[in-house]
């Protein structure tokens, strides 16, 4: 009978000792898989990170593309441009142009002042209007131009007046302006004075 107890408790033991083992198996196990997981996530997390510092540098590129697009437009943009051809003429140069006015078209200055002849100047000779008639109508001095646009039916050039002023002349004579009129005006022709009378068609594009 006591050994039969004896048997019976050593199974016991052995049971309690084989069932400790199994308990501390799957506990190291356990413990084992959870370390192995937040091992799993920590590698996982620097592809995470580049992937965040990668989409970090596209506005980056994204901005130079635009810059780069931009600066081609601009430069496309400046080729299509016709380069200017204007140029201002030498100082001491007088532009006339073919102006319209309440008698038509006139020869004037560029600056819009009409221009006269006197019936007392002979072709090709030098002006007769001086001192005090000079002083209500002023000679036309400087070198004379056509303006870009005006293509003139008669040819300019240049007389030694008094006191050796060079005033330009039309087909041979003096040319003149009236002293306080305003631009466009032409209230000095009749009598002695005319004015140039010119066409429209002598304008290029008129």
């Known amino acids: 009978m006591r050994k039969s107890g004896w048997t019976v408790a050593t199974g016991l033991g052995s049971l309690l000792l084989l069932l400790t083992a199994c308990g501390g198996s799957s506990s190291s196990t356990s413990t084992t898989g959870a370390a192995s997981g937040a091992a799993t996530q920590s590698t996982a997390s620097p592809s995470s990170s580049s992937g965040a510092a990668a989409s970090s540098t596209s506005p980056t590129s994204s901005a130079s593309a635009r ?75 400087g070198v004379p131009k056509a303006g870009p646009a005006d293509n003139f039916p008669g040819t300019f050039g240049v007389v030694t007046g008094a006191g050796g002023v060079k005033q330009i002349t039309y087909n041979g004579y003096p040319l003149y302006t009236l002293v306080g009129a305003p631009a466009l005006s032409t209230k000095g022709n009749g009598g002695m004075w005319h004015v140039i009378i010119l066409s429209g068609s002598d304008i290029t594009g008129g």
């Open 67 to 141: 810059a780069t697009h931009s600066t081609s437009a601009a430069e496309k943009s400046a080729e299509a441009r016709p380069s200017s051809t204007f140029s201002f003429p030498p100082i001491g140069t007088t532009v006339l142009i073919i102006q319209h006015s309440n008698l038509g078209w006139v020869m004037a200055k560029a600056s819009g002042f009409v221009v006269y002849t006197y019936a007392k100047d002979s072709k090709g000779g030098p002006p007769t209007c001086t001192g005090s008639c000079a002083s209500v109508w002023a000679p036309v001095t």
